[in-house]
C-alpha cells in the first residue's frame, strides 16, 4: 500500500486556479512524493463531499468559491482567523476531525512582511477598498496587527456595513464617495475590489490625500502593476503587488498536508508570472 499523500483545490470551477502549479513546485523542490491535484465539487455535491472527506482519498484540501463558508460550517475544528470570518480555504484531517483554517489573511501578512519588513510598526487607520471575501480576510489581517480604525469602503455600503458588524467597533463602514474623508488617515491603503484586473474597468480614485508615508497593496495580481500601485509609486509611496498573497496564502496547507513548511522564493514568483504571461 502506497502512502502518498493527496491534496487537490476543491470548488466549483477549480479549472483557473493556480494553487496546483504552487504547491507541484513545492512537492518537486523538496522531492515529496505527494500528489496536489484539481477535483470539482458541484454545489449539490459538497455537503456529502466535505463531510466526508476522508472518502474523497484526499489527506486534505484547498477550497475555493462557492464553499468556503459552507465547508466552514461542517468543520469540527477551525482557526482563529476561519473562525473570525465564517469561512476557510484550506482543510485537514486531524484523527477523523475535520480541521479548517483561513489562510487568505496570513498570506497577505507574509506578502508585506516580506516586500515592505516594518511595514506595520507603526500603528494606525487602514483604508480597505472593497467588501467581498478578500476584504474580510485583510480587515481580520490588519486588525491582528493592531491596525485601527479600519475603514472599509464599498460601492454596496450594506456589504461593508456587514463587515463591520462582525468585527466590531474597530471596523467602520462608508460609501464609495466617503473615501476621500478617511484617505488622509490612512496608514495602509489596500485595493480589495475586482477593479483594475485584467478585463474590469479601471480603479479610478484620487490619491492626493494620501500621506507619502502610507503602503499602498492590491490584491489584484493579473496585471501585477495595476493603476493603483502605479499611481502610488509615482507620488512616492511604498507599493507592492498582490501576487505574494497567493503565494503566502498555500503556505500552511502546504505543510499540513505534507509535514515541511516551504518556502516562497523568486523561482516560484517567476514560474507564476511566466504562468500568468502565457495565459494573457
Ligand atoms: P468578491 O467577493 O466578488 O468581491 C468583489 C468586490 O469588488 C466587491 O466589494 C464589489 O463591490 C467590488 N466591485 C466589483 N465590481 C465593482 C465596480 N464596478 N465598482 C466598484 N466595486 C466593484 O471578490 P473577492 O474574492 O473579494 O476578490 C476581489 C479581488 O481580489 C479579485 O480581483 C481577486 O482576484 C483578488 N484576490 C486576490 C487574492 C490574492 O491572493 N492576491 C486573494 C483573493 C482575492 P460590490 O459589493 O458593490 O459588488
Given at each position: 500500500?502506497?502512502?502518498?499523500?493527496?491534496?487537490?483545490?476543491?470548488?466549483?470551477?477549480?479549472?483557473?486556479?493556480?494553487?496546483?502549479?504552487?504547491?507541484?513546485?513545492?512537492?518537486?523542490?523538496?522531492?515529496?512524493?505527494?500528489?496536489?491535484?484539481?477535483?470539482?465539487?458541484?454545489?449539490?455535491?459538497?455537503?456529502?463531499?466535505?463531510?466526508?472527506?476522508?472518502?474523497?482519498?484526499?489527506?486534505?484540501?484547498?477550497?475555493?468559491?462557492?464553499?468556503?463558508?459552507?465547508?466552514?460550517?461542517?468543520?469540527?475544528?477551525?482557526?482563529?482567523?476561519?473562525?473570525?470570518?465564517?469561512?476557510?480555504?484550506?482543510?485537514?484531517?486531524?484523527?477523523?476531525?475535520?480541521?479548517?483554517?483561513?489562510?487568505?489573511?496570513?498570506?497577505f501578512?507574509?506578502?508585506?512582511?516580506?516586500?515592505?519588513?516594518?511595514?506595520?510598526?507603526?500603528?494606525?487607520?487602514?483604508?480597505?477598498?472593497?467588501?467581498?471575501?478578500?476584504?474580510?480576510?485583510?480587515?481580520?489581517?490588519?486588525?491582528?496587527?493592531g491596525?485601527?480604525?479600519?475603514?472599509?469602503?464599498?460601492?454596496?455600503e450594506?456589504?461593508?456595513?456587514?463587515?463591520?458588524?462582525?468585527?466590531?467597533?474597530?471596523?467602520?463602514?462608508?460609501?464609495?464617495?466617503?473615501?476621500?474623508?478617511?484617505?488622509?488617515?490612512?496608514?495602509?491603503?489596500?485595493?480589495?475590489?475586482?477593479?483594475?484586473?485584467?478585463?474590469?474597468?479601471?480603479?479610478?480614485?484620487?490619491?492626493?490625500?494620501?500621506?507619502?508615508?502610507?503602503?499602498?497593496?492590491?490584491?489584484?495580481?493579473?496585471?501585477?502593476?495595476?493603476?493603483?500601485?502605479?499611481?502610488?509609486?509615482?507620488?512616492?509611496?511604498?507599493?507592492?503587488?498582490?501576487?505574494?498573497m497567493?503565494?503566502?496564502?498555500?503556505?500552511?496547507?502546504?505543510?499540513?498536508?505534507?509535514?515541511?513548511?516551504?518556502?516562497?522564493?523568486?523561482e516560484?514568483?517567476?514560474?507564476?508570472?511566466?504562468?500568468?504571461?502565457?495565459?494573457?
Amino acid at each position: 500500500m502506497t502512502d502518498l499523500r493527496r491534496s487537490a483545490i476543491t470548488g466549483w470551477p477549480v479549472a483557473q486556479s493556480r494553487s496546483p502549479l504552487i504547491q507541484g513546485y513545492w512537492l518537486k523542490k523538496h522531492g515529496i512524493a505527494g500528489d496536489y491535484g484539481r477535483v470539482a465539487v458541484a454545489p449539490e455535491d459538497a455537503e456529502r463531499f466535505y463531510r466526508d472527506l476522508a472518502a474523497s482519498g484526499l489527506t486534505g484540501c484547498n477550497v475555493t468559491v462557492p464553499h468556503k463558508e459552507l465547508a466552514a460550517s461542517l468543520c469540527d475544528w477551525l482557526d482563529p482567523a476561519a473562525t473570525a470570518m465564517g469561512a476557510v480555504n484550506t482543510l485537514w484531517l486531524d484523527n477523523g476531525r475535520l480541521c479548517g483554517a483561513n489562510t487568505d489573511g496570513l498570506g497577505f501578512l507574509g506578502n508585506l512582511d516580506e516586500a515592505a519588513p516594518g511595514w506595520d510598526k507603526t500603528k494606525g487607520a487602514a483604508v480597505v477598498l472593497g467588501a467581498g471575501g478578500a476584504a474580510r480576510a485583510i480587515v481580520w489581517a490588519l486588525l491582528s496587527r493592531g491596525f485601527a480604525p479600519v475603514h472599509v469602503i464599498n460601492r454596496t455600503e450594506e456589504k461593508a456595513k456587514a463587515i463591520a458588524d462582525h468585527f466590531g467597533r474597530d471596523v467602520v463602514a462608508h460609501a464609495w464617495d466617503k473615501l476621500g474623508t478617511v484617505l488622509g488617515q490612512a496608514r495602509v491603503l489596500v485595493n480589495t475590489t475586482s477593479l483594475g484586473m485584467m478585463g474590469k474597468p479601471a480603479l479610478d480614485i484620487d490619491l492626493s490625500g494620501l500621506p507619502q508615508d502610507a503602503l499602498v497593496t492590491d490584491a489584484v495580481y493579473v496585471p501585477l502593476e495595476t493603476g493603483l500601485l502605479r499611481a502610488a509609486r509615482a507620488r512616492g509611496n511604498i507599493a507592492v503587488d498582490g501576487l505574494g498573497m497567493l503565494l503566502h496564502q498555500a503556505v500552511n496547507g502546504f505543510e499540513r498536508w505534507f509535514g515541511f513548511r516551504p518556502e516562497v522564493d523568486a523561482e516560484l514568483r517567476n514560474l507564476i508570472l511566466a504562468d500568468l504571461d502565457a495565459a494573457k
